[in-house]
C-alpha cells in the first residue's frame, strides 16, 4: 500500500507542477504527459481533469492546442473516461485563437465520424454555432463538415435538432421539453444568441438546416412548428410574454422562409420529360411528389390556417407587436395558394372574406409605411440632349464673360477716357486716331458699358500697364495705319508685361438674323 501511494504522488508530481515551467517547456510537457497516459489507464484518470480545468484557464495558446490533441487520443483510447467531457472540449469553438477553433473541429469531426463521441446534449448546438464564426475559413470549414461528413452518416442529423434550436439559441428555459440541459453562465453567454441584435445569427443558422433538409422534412418541420407552438399558444400552454415573443418572432418568420417551401410545389418541378418518364426512380419520385405536395396542401389549408387566423383575432385585440411577423407569414401563404384557396375554403365563406379583408388592409399599411419612409427627393435637372436645337430667344441673346474681363473693360474704358481729356479732343477722337470708327465698333466711351456687337465684334484685347489698344476687325477696304499713340506703345511693348485676354464674340445661333445691341 506504501508502495502505491508513493507511486501515484511520483506520477501526479509532474502534472501538478506544470504550472511552474515555462509556456514552450509546458506545451511538450503535455504531450509527454499525453503519451504516459495512454499506456497507464490510472494515470488517465489522474490527469484528464486536470487537462480539462488548464484547457479552459490557459492563457498559452500552444499548451491549449495540445491538450486538444491529447483529449482526442486519449478519448479514442478512453472512451467512456473521456465522454464526459467533450462539453468542455468543445468550449474551445469559442476560443480567441483561429487556429484552435480549427484544430477542434478537426478533431471532433473525427470522433463524430469514427462514432467514438454522440451528439449528446448542447454538442450540436455548440457544433452549428461555427458557421457563423468571425473568419470566413472556419465558417466554411465548419459548412463542409456539417454537410459533407456528417450529414451523411446521419442524414436526420438537422431535422431532429431544429425545433430544439430555436430555444436554444433564444436562451428559451420555461419550456417543459426543448432547452432543458444545464450549462453554466459561462457556456450561455458564448453560445446563445438572444435579442434583437443577434437576430440576424439566429436566421443564418436556420436558413442552413433547412437547406440540408429533404422535402419530406420540410413537411414535417412545417407541421411540427404549427402544431407544438403555434397550436400550443392557443390553447394557452405556451405564454406569450417579453421572454416567449422571440421564439414566436423566429417561428413566424421559418414559416415565411423560402428555404423552407417545398421543391414539388415550384412551378419548373411538375415539368418532366420522356427521358425522366422511361426511368423507373424518376416516375417514384415524381409519384411522391404529387402526394406530399397534396398532403401539404391539405395539411396547411385545413389545420393552420385556421391556427392563424385565430392567432391573428387574439393579437389584434391584445394589440401586440407580434402581429406584424404574423401577417407576413399568412401573406406568403396565401400567395402560394392562390388558386386552390377559393376551393377549398369554399365551405367557410366568412373565414375567406376576413382573410383577403385582412390581406388588403396590411398590405395599404406596408405601402403607406413604405412611403412615409421613403425620403422625398427633389427632381434632377433634365439634361439637355445635343441632337436637340436650343430654343431662340431674340431679346434676351446676352453674351457671358468673366468678372476678371469685366475688370480689365472697365479699367481700360477710364484709361482712354483720361486720355483723351489730357490731349484736349473729344472722346471721339480716340476712336478717329486709332482708325475705329464708330460705324464698325459700337463702344460708347461715355456710356458705362462695352459692347461687341455681330457687325463689329472685339476680336482682341490687350492689357497693358500704360496703355489698352482696342484692335477691330481690319476693313478691306481701308489702307490700315498706326495712331502716334499705338506706334510708341508698340515701341515700349518689348519692355512692358503684356497680359492677353482670350478673343471674346458673341454667341449667335443664327447669323444672318440681326441682333440688337
Known amino acids: 500500500t506504501h508502495t502505491q501511494s508513493h507511486d501515484s504522488q511520483t506520477q501526479s508530481v509532474p502534472v501538478r507542477r506544470l504550472c511552474n515551467l515555462p509556456a514552450k517547456v509546458r506545451a511538450f510537457a503535455y504531450i509527454a ?72 473541429l478537426i478533431q471532433l469531426t473525427g470522433l463524430l465520424q469514427e462514432e467514438y463521441i454522440k451528439w449528446k446534449g448542447p454538442l450540436f448546438y455548440r457544433f452549428l454555432a461555427t458557421i457563423i464564426d468571425n473568419d470566413e475559413m ?8 456539417l454537410n459533407e461528413l456528417l450529414l451523411h452518416r446521419n442524414p436526420h442529423l438537422y431535422f431532429s435538432h431544429f425545433t430544439e434550436a430555436i430555444f436554444h439559441y433564444n436562451d428559451y428555459q420555461q ?37 440540408g433538409m429533404t422535402d419530406e422534412q420540410k413537411f414535417r418541420i412545417y407541421a411540427k412548428l404549427c402544431v407544438d407552438v403555434l397550436s400550443s399558444v392557443v390553447d394557452g400552454t405556451f405564454p406569450v410574454n417579453n421572454n416567449s415573443t422571440p421564439v414566436l418572432t423566429d417561428v413566424l418568420k421559418i414559416l415565411a422562409m423560402k428555404e423552407i417551401k417545398l421543391s414539388v410545389l415550384a412551378p419548373c418541378a411538375s415539368k418532366t420529360t420522356e427521358e425522366d418518364l ?23 389549408i385545413g389545420g393552420i390556417i385556421p391556427i392563424v387566423v385565430a392567432l391573428k383575432n387574439d393579437w389584434q385585440d391584445k394589440r401586440l407587436p407580434i402581429i406584424s411577423p404574423l401577417m407576413n407569414f399568412l401573406v406568403e401563404l396565401v400567395k402560394d395558394f392562390k388558386h386552390e384557396i377559393d376551393d377549398i375554403l369554399a365551405t367557410d365563406k366568412q373565414l375567406l372574406k376576413e382573410i383577403k379583408h385582412d390581406l388588403r388592409r396590411y398590405e395599404q399599411q406596408c405601402e403607406q409605411q413604405r412611403q412615409l419612409a421613403t425620403p422625398l427627393h427633389t427632381p434632377k435637372p433634365s439634361t439637355p440632349n445635343p441632337s436637340t436645337p436650343k430654343p431662340i430667344n431674340r431679346g434676351t441673346n446676352k453674351r457671358r464673360i468673366s468678372l ?19 490731349i484736349g479732343d473729344r472722346p471721339d477722337a480716340v476712336i478717329q486716331q486709332g482708325n475705329i470708327t464708330p460705324d464698325k465698333l459700337s463702344v460708347g466711351i461715355r456710356s458705362d458699358r462695352l459692347q461687341s456687337t455681330p457687325q463689329q465684334p472685339m476680336t482682341d484685347i490687350t492689357f497693358r500697364a500704360t496703355d489698352l489698344t482696342i484692335m477691330s476687325t481690319p476693313d478691306p477696304h481701308r489702307r490700315h495705319s498706326l495712331s502716334p499713340l499705338q506706334q510708341k506703345n508698340k515701341q515700349l511693348s518689348v519692355y512692358q508685361p503684356v497680359v492677353v485676354l482670350a478673343p471674346i464674340t458673341e454667341y449667335n445661333p443664327h447669323p444672318h438674323s440681326p441682333t440688337p445691341t
Not at 74 to 94: D, H, P, Q, S, W
Not at 412 to 422: D, E, F, V, Y
Open 138 to 145: 472556419i465558417s466554411e470549414f465548419s459548412c463542409y463538415c
Open 33 to 104: 504527459v499525453g503519451k504516459m497516459c495512454l499506456v497507464d489507464e490510472s494515470c488517465a484518470k489522474q490527469c484528464v481533469p486536470l487537462m480539462v480545468r488548464h484547457l479552459e484557464t490557459s492563457s498559452d495558446e500552444a499548451v491549449r492546442n495540445n491538450i486538444v490533441f491529447i483529449m482526442r487520443d486519449m478519448c479514442v483510447r478512453y472512451t467512456n473516461l473521456v465522454e464526459g467531457y467533450i462539453n468542455n472540449i468543445a468550449i474551445c469553438f469559442k476560443d480567441s485563437s483561429p487556429i484552435i477553433r480549427k484544430q477542434t
Open 278 to 300: 422511361d426511368d423507373v426512380e424518376a416516375l417514384v419520385s415524381n409519384a411522391k411528389g404529387k402526394l406530399l405536395s397534396a398532403a401539404f396542401r391539405k395539411a396547411v
Open 404 to 422: 476678371a474681363a469685366v475688370a480689365l473693360v472697365n479699367s481700360a474704358k477710364k484709361q482712354n477716357t483720361g486720355r483723351a481729356r489730357s
Open 175 to 211: 419550456h417543459d421539453v426543448y432547452n432543458t440541459f444545464t450549462q453554466t453562465e459561462r457556456e450561455r453567454v458564448l453560445f446563445t444568441f438572444p435579442g434583437v441584435d443577434n437576430a440576424l445569427k439566429r436566421e443564418t443558422i436556420y436558413k442552413f438546416l433547412l437547406r
